[in-house]
């Protein structure tokens, strides 16, 4: 994929009249379909005016608006001289640095240094470039982490080329093959927010994920979900399938492509996107309706917020909604393709029939959730595919019937369905019971191995951090200790004070990586730590506003829970530990806080969503985290230090480094 408008040599570039460039540009822009305004005109004008005087005396390559479909954005300028990867940001008529600006360069060059094979190795040099400001970034500031990226740079286009040569006088390593870099692989893994956001913009599943043979099952099970859909569109037949993976492999990133897959018309949404995790649908609403704001700006157009937000609506709703929608309607659904994200999650029959009752005002309701949307899909007189994206380990609510209930479901009222399943789908992780047993008899049951997601891509930086959580939660402590040594790039510690968390947390994380702190639903006794579960945070503004914002997940002051991050992601996290969940020599030990004093927790069903809830919380982090099992205090009854100690000793035991 050529991701740039323009590339060629420094030779070349400083030899070629700038209004060739220009045209080049302005064509190359105007293909991709983002035909330029006057004021990116200008932009390229200077930068390309600048950069010949200034690139004159090297040899090397440069590359012009270098696309980066994780983050659906365009670097400036890319230009590789001697050793060096220059990530260069232009900021027109801008006489200061502010601080988006620099995290914007930032994000930009950590971005190549992830992502980019022919970037993991070289120096990265990030530049801001403030036409009108004053004075150049002191030479003397150079700063190299130890994956060798530079901290941004800040200069004028007057003091550019000698902020340049102090970089290159301070790196000493052989220089870059601009074609070997040029040929590198671009294996992105994005988060969910940006994976949604490229795909909904146009980008395709390929694009934005891996491509090494650890995650080539990411587009395997997209292809297999498009042949399914096709074949049953084809025959006029109605089909389920049950995609499974293992947390942070990329279920809900293959759902959302499905959706995006299947729209037929310009206006026409024949796909659509469930969920019934309230958070996960409203950030993800509201992080494409700001997205394509942003792109409809760069094409010279204008939209309205809400205008923005309808449209979103039609792609992904909750499920709840949907639910609701047809409660009354007997009409079948616009929608021939309905994706259930967290599928297990959906309601038993008791739990529909009490919310009925209590919220609809429905008496008698007698179908649990699952196969109530079964009956909607079902409506379809000629075709229709239901796709649900089932975790393990991941119910955590009162009332979640797990992945049974669909089987239960279809065996009892369905019979004429094609069921197609992973053959993991039996495993005991996806508790499926004893209904499982009558899949082997059904007729209509395609087992694809395709279905199943069995790397983690949700951590870049390793594979293992799942089954290190699920062994720490089983108390496998010699197997957690291996999958730990088995990842030494993603840094895990250990500490008994928030605020140490929360510096450790600033110290690692660069440009706009997001950090926050989560606790279970259950921390009833953070509060002298200024933890309070109690006041609830606001999932948009926490997992989406910037850093100047007191509501944000930057801020480290309101805190999330189980119920707001699943399904979604930060880059680091504190895990605070509180007494609900003890570590004995015995097992796990289950609390909850009730009035002035813990109460034991007895029933299965609730021990086993505490459990899950630790196993989200401690499965949030793409690149690492810290745990605070904090100190307790003796003189408070309810935070006696023999409820936490143990609790630390065990992971410390396991590994852990303490900070």
């Known amino acids: 994929m050529d991701r740039a408008f323009y590339s060629t040599t420094l030779a070349e570039f400083c030899s070629s009249p700038p209004s060739l460039i220009l045209d080049q540009l302005k064509a190359r822009a105007s293909d991709k379909g983002f035909p330029p305004q006057d004021r990116q005109i200008a932009a390229w004008d200077l930068e390309v005016s600048c950069l010949q005087k200034v690139l004159a005396q090297w040899a090397g390559s440069i590359h012009f ?51 980019h094979e022919g970037s993991h190795r070289p120096v990265v040099a990030p530049i801001l470039v403030a036409e009108k400001a004053s004075a150049p970034h002191p030479p003397d500031a150079l700063r190299c982490s130890e994956d060798c990226l530079l901290s941004p740079l800040r200069t004028n286009p007057q003091g550019l080329q000698g902020v340049m040569e102090d970089v290159l006088r301070h790196s000493s390593a052989p220089d870059l093959l601009p074609g070997e870099w040029e040929a590198g692989r671009y294996l992105p893994t994005p988060s969910i927010i940006e994976a949604a956001a490229a795909l909904y ?50 279920k809900t990133l293959v759902g959302l492509n499905a959706a995006t897959n299947h ?19 409203a950030v993800l609403c509201e992080a494409l309706a700001r997205d394509q704001i942003r792109r409809v700006a760069e094409r010279g157009g204008l939209m309205r917020l809400a205008e923005a937000r309808s449209q979103v609506k039609a792609f992904i709703q909750n499920v709840h909604h949907f639910r609701d929608e047809y409660l009354h309607d007997p009409t079948p659904p616009a929608e021939h393709v309905a994706i259930f994200d967290e599928a297990q999650r959906a309601w038993d029959l008791n739990q529909t029939a009490h919310f009925m009752q209590r919220r609809k005002h429905v008496l008698g309701f007698d179908k649990s959730e699952p196969e109530y949307l079964i009956s909607c899909m079902d409506r379809h007189r000629d075709w229709a595919v239901i796709i649900c994206l089932v975790g393990g380990g991941q119910e955590i609510n009162t009332g979640e019937a797990g992945i049974g209930e669909w089987i239960a479901s279809l065996n009892r009222a369905y019979p004429t369905w094609e069921v197609h399943i992973s053959p993991q789908l039996l495993d005991s992780e996806y508790a499926a019971g004893s209904t499982a047993i009558a899949l082997e008899s059904r007729p209509g049951v395609v087992r694809t191995e395709g279905l199943h997601l069995s790397t983690s891509m949700r951590s870049y930086r390793s594979e293992n951090i799942s089954a290190l959580v699920k062994q720490v939660l089983d108390l496998e402590i010699a197997q957690a200790r291996a999958s730990l040594h088995a990842a030494p790039n993603f840094p895990i510690v250990l500490t008994r004070k928030v605020s140490t968390a929360k510096n450790w947390l600033k110290s690692k994380a660069r440009g706009s990586e997001r950090y926050g702190i989560v606790v279970s639903s259950q921390a009833e006794r953070l509060r002298p730590y200024a933890i309070n579960i109690q006041s609830p945070v606001d999932p948009i503004h926490w997992f989406l506003d910037g850093k100047e914002d007191v509501r944000s997940s930057y801020y480290l002051e309101d805190v999330a829970t189980e119920f707001h991050v699943q399904g979604l992601e930060l880059d680091w996290t504190c895990v605070t530990w509180d007494a609900d969940l003890r570590y004995t020599r015995e097992g796990w030990e289950h609390w909850s806080f009730r009035g002035d004093r813990w109460q034991r927790i007895h029933q299965s069903d609730r021990q086993r969503y505490q459990k899950n809830a630790y196993r989200v919380l401690l499965t949030r982090a793409r690149q690492g985290m810290v745990v605070v099992v904090p100190e307790g205090d003796v003189a408070d009854p309810t935070r006696n230090p023999d409820y936490y100690d143990p609790t630390f000793e065990y992971l410390r035991e396991i590994g852990f480094p303490v900070i």
Request: a neutral charge; hydrophobic letters at 40%; one cysteine or more.
């Open 65 to 115: 608006e270098y696309t980066i479909p994780r983050m659906g954005r365009r670097i400036d300028v890319v230009a590789l001289i001697g050793p060096v990867i220059f990530v260069l940001e232009f900021k027109a008529g801008e006489g200061r640095f502010d601080q988006f600006a620099i995290d914007q360069v930032w994000d930009y060059a950590l971005d190549l240094k992830n992502f």
């Open 201 to 250: 913009g146009g980008h395709k599943v390929a694009e934005i994920s891996r491509s090494d043979a650890g995650a080539l099952n990411l587009t395997t099970t997209s292809k297999c979900i498009d042949d399914i859909v096709s074949s049953a569109k084809k025959d006029h037949r109605k089909a389920i399938c049950f995609v499974t993976g293992v947390p942070g492999s990329g």
């Open 263 to 281: 729209r037929q018309g310009s206006d026409d949404l024949y796909s659509v996107f469930l969920s019934g995790n309230g958070p996960l649908v």
